[in-house]
């Protein structure tokens, strides 16, 4: 076993160093490049068409749900423990320099999820049933006509579903449950077996009813909670965006339980991170956007913008500033414990607040990769396989809430990684359709073809 974390702690710090930077970092610097920074440009017409448009359950075009089932299912996944437990691991491992790799993917990050989006639409297959499957190996094998890489993508979504999408999730539970109200870890993943496996044998039609009404109320209780913090310690915002800032490009030196951070430790742990929280890159969210009814798949991509925007720009730094501005990241502790203990220096309950969010948050992402992760295994071996991975998907929240957190964390940063590269390869090589998408939309807008208050 040793041996194996030793193999899996080599592999991590080799893929999430130069390699990584360059794919992830420069998929989306190329995209955000090529489609003019739209993405920031248009961010006014984006939320008038997801913001101000997300409870509008009209839509047109063929589907299986709705754009915003589509995509509470897709915030599911994203706005998850990455914003509670990744934030305060990535702190806690690279320094509030982390912080600003972290925005620096998800900046770059909102045009390539909405690349995602849009190729999932575009390249989707319909089943004999009526089911409509999207996401990276749709595109990587009807746009790129490679079965190879589309296999790939599949069989590590697959597996990368029990790290990021399971185990880690049902850590983040059994740990602020102990931590809150000393509930032993595998009572914890019992009753979480149990919920999950009821919700799982609907499939996504109850998946999608289920992320609908949580995921919003998840994220206003956790984002005025954070607010809360925020304004008790209002004096250290701005001292705490500084230190974020500067510890980005210089070495954090050690304080009081902190051990301090290199420059190499702080970028790798924020873009790692950022991917886990925002998942643009990975290609995953594209799997619930392929479901999705619609008759634009620009449109539909921008609600991948939306995503990223909300999860790594608001509840991510709101995370990372309650944690800063209560100066708990020096005190040497991690993870979920970390998030806790800052919310509750500063909240009376905040601790409560923390385990609640943590339970909901990764609870929805659990339900939504169990989704992903089905979808790659019957690309593989077809939809007979379905009920099967529903039941190998219930043990391993066992094994997960009684593990290591740190065995976890690098498996599953291991696995997005290598689900990762076949994704951004079909980005780059399909990237000219996605950019001749994007032009054509707003050419016809500005041509009266498009009514931009539709």
């Not at 299986?64 to 934030?87: D, H, K, R």
């Amino acid at each position: 076993m040793d041996l194996l974390i030793s193999m899996d702690k080599s592999a991590n710090t080799f893929i999430w160093g130069s390699v990584m930077v360059v794919l992830l970092l420069g998929t989306g610097i190329y995209l955000s490049l090529q489609t003019g920074f739209f993405a920031v440009k248009k961010l006014e017409h984006i939320f008038k068409h997801t913001l101000f448009n997300m409870f509008d359950k009209k839509s047109s075009g063929e589907g299986e749900i709705t754009p915003f089932q589509a995509v509470t299912t897709a915030l599911a996944t994203t706005i998850g423990t990455g914003n509670i437990v990744g934030v305060a691991t990535a702190i806690a491992l690279g320094g509030p320099g982390a912080i600003f790799w972290m925005w620096v993917s998800a900046f770059f990050g909102m045009t390539t999820k909405f690349a995602e989006v849009v190729l999932s639409i575009l390249y989707r297959e319909k089943t004999e049933d009526g089911r409509f499957l999207g996401g990276p190996m749709y595109y990587l094998k009807n746009g790129m006509n490679s079965k190879l890489l589309a296999g790939i993508f599949a069989a590590f979504a697959a597996l990368a579903a029990f790290g990021i999408g399971n185990m880690v999730q049902a850590h983040s539970i059994a740990s602020a449950m102990k931590e809150t109200f000393e509930l032993d870890p595998l009572m914890t993943g019992v009753v979480l077996a149990v919920i999950t496996g009821i919700v799982l044998i609907g499939g996504l039609k109850t998946i999608v009813k289920v992320t609908e009404k949580v995921v919003p109320f998840m994220a206003i209780v956790y984002i005025l909670g954070s607010v809360l913090v925020l304004i008790s310690n209002a004096e250290q915002i701005i001292p705490s965006l500084q230190t974020i800032l500067s510890a980005a490009f210089t070495p954090a030196a050690a304080t009081g339980g902190f051990m301090g951070g290199t420059l190499r430790l702080s970028l790798q742990h924020g873009l790692s991170r950022g991917v886990f929280s925002n998942e643009a890159g990975l290609g995953s969210g594209s799997i619930a956007h392929g479901a999705a009814k619609t008759d634009s798949p620009v449109k539909q991509g921008f609600w991948g913008i939306f995503e990223v925007f909300v999860d790594s720009f608001v509840i991510c730094t709101m995370t990372a500033l309650v944690i800063l501005t209560s100066g708990m990241w020096t005190y040497g502790t991690s993870g979920a414990v970390l998030t806790a203990q800052a919310f509750e220096s500063s909240l009376k309950g905040g601790g409560y607040l923390v385990s609640l969010s943590i339970t909901l948050f990764a609870f929805s992402t659990l339900i939504g990769w169990s989704y992903y992760g089905e979808r790659g295994a019957e690309y593989l071996l077809g939809p007979k396989v379905i009920p099967f991975y529903r039941v190998l998907w219930i043990p391993f929240l066992l094994i997960g809430a009684t593990g290591k957190l740190n065995v976890l964390w690098g498996v599953s940063d291991t696995l997005n990684a290598l689900m990762a590269v076949p994704n951004l390869i079909g980005v780059i090589m399909l990237s000219g359709v996605v950019i001749e998408a994007q032009k054509e939309y707003f050419g016809e807008i500005e041509k009266g073809k498009i009514d931009d208050k539709s």
